[in-house]
């Protein structure tokens, strides 16, 4: 387990102001690591990530057999923070049965004729099942906040759209969550934390490498235009959704190996906060299988 001091440095407190400022993008801007040197940190972060998937394709079939939660991991960042491979990596060793990956895009017309919570709302975990949600109901107040010409296209009812609209949304957000929670979806948020300087890195490789340049899109480097309004909707959106029953962890991205050992080791120790067991067998279905045993052991060889 990563101490658990330095996985409080990721959670963004409920109820408190966030300023994305104060939190680290880089493995060497995480206290009292700097010193121990990058080689060392990132063996630990390897041993980290491979013991979390190790346990957490343990706990995922334990939450299978309990069948009273589910949970839902939310994935939000700018274009090249590493979603996909941490989702890819840390999801690695869980049976595919168990886990279902949503990846939101523009609406349809179809989910435009819909309230915005519509869609994720069809796209939940089952009970006994991990939800992973590549971009999210946070894109409603994050892309369309930064682009406000998008709502046009949600043909809501007249209205202004200033501070009291978005402040709305938020809410909506928070009662949404609590009531997964209240029903047993447990919800995990993730922002993976990239600097401007490291995306601009990552869109360089992708326009010099050949075996790169299918992740290149245009509209990414349009909304690295936009980088402090991205920057300011986050802030805004983790600090009002930040909560008891659903935080918000800012963890570094501009490391692929540190994200990925910090996300899988806050979802293992998630999981392990909750009461999960096999189900215990009634003394009827106790019985049914030791008639069965009894019967199997009798069949002529
Ligand atoms: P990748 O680039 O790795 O395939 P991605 O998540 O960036 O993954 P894209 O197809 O490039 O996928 O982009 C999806 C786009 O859809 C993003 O720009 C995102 O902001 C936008 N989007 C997602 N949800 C909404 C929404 N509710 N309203 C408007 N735009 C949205
Ligand atoms: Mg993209």
């Known amino acids: ?3 658990r001091k330095f996985l409080h440095l990721f959670r963004a407190e409920p109820g408190k102001k966030i300023r994305l400022a104060d939190y680290p993008t880089a493995w060497d801007q995480i206290e009292g690591l700097k010193p121990l040197g990058k080689r060392v940190v990132r063996e630990r972060a390897a041993e980290v990530l491979e013991r979390s998937r190790r346990e957490l394709a343990e706990m995922q079939e334990r939450l299978y057999a309990d069948d009273r ?3 839902l991991i939310v994935f ?6 590493g979603k996909d491979g941490t989702i890819k990596h840390v999801m690695s060793g869980v049976n595919p049965q168990g886990c279902q990956v949503f990846s939101f895009k523009e609406p349809s017309a179809e989910e435009l004729d819909h309230t915005f919570l519509w869609r994720y709302m069809k796209a939940l975990p089952e009970r006994g099942r991990i939800g992973i949600f590549n971009r999210s109901h946070y894109e409603d107040v994050l892309v369309v906040k930064v682009h406000p010409e998008l709502l046009e296209a949600q043909k809501l009812p007249p209205g202004k759209r200033g501070k009291k609209f978005w402040e709305a949304r938020y809410e ?3 009662a949404f969550e609590r009531h997964l929670v209240r029903n047993g979806t447990v919800v995990l948020k993730f922002f ?4 401007k300087k490291e995306q601009k890195k990552r869109f360089l490789e992708r326009l010099t490498r050949p075996d790169k340049h299918w992740k290149f899109s245009a509209a990414d480097l349009a909304e690295r235009r936009h980088w402090d309004a991205y920057m300011k909707a986050y802030e805004q959106a983790i600090s009002a959704t930040s909560t008891e029953w659903a935080p918000w962890y800012i963890v570094p991205a501009d490391n692929k190996w540190a994200t990925r050992a910090i996300v899988a080791d806050l979802i ?7 009461d999960l ?4 067998p009634t003394p009827e279905q106790l019985a049914a299988l030791e008639a069965a045993r009894r019967e199997l052991e009798d069949e002529p060889d």
């Open 1 to 3: 387990m990563i101490r």
């Open 192 to 195: 993976l934390h990239l600097s």
């Open 268 to 274: 293992v120790q998630t999981l392990k906060k909750l």
């Open 76 to 81: 939000q960042a700018m274009d090249a923070a």
């Open 69 to 71: 939660y589910s949970l």
């Open 277 to 280: 067991h096999y189900p215990e």
């Open 172 to 174: 909506d957000i928070n």
